[in-house]
């Protein structure tokens, strides 16, 4: 199993961006997908999820501004973010299980400028 993150970059605040998520190795909605974030000295930090059933659940600092999304065809998860903001400022991950093991992208950084 393989998550590559990708599309970060550097946008003003009240700007927009999409990230997305390669998945190989698994289908994407085989279980509960989530993205994760890590702004610097500080702990990472859940910021969305898509079950298998494609039910989503947001963090409350990010809901009503980010949404989450798969392609079942070409295996990809998306996290779409608008009205971003300074603090949304850190390196997104995209994370699953699959019996017990976690797998994690390598990162992408978004960077919110005020």
């Known amino acids: 199993v393989q998550l590559q993150a990708s599309g970060g970059g550097s946008v003003q605040a009240g700007g927009a961006l999409t990230i997305s998520c390669s998945v190989t190795g698994i289908n994407i909605d085989h279980g509960p997908m989530r993205w994760y974030r890590q702004a610097p000295d500080t702990e990472r930090e859940w910021v969305a999820l898509i079950t298998s059933s494609g039910a989503t659940n947001y963090a409350a600092s990010v809901k009503g501004r980010f949404t989450i999304s798969r392609d079942r065809v070409k295996n990809l998860l998306y996290l779409q973010m608008d009205n971003l903001k300074p603090e949304d400022t850190a390196v997104y991950y995209c994370?699953?299980?699959?019996?017990?093991?976690?797998?994690w992208g390598q990162g992408t950084p978004v960077t919110v400028s005020a």
């Open positions: 994370n699953t299980a699959e019996m017990g093991t976690q797998y």
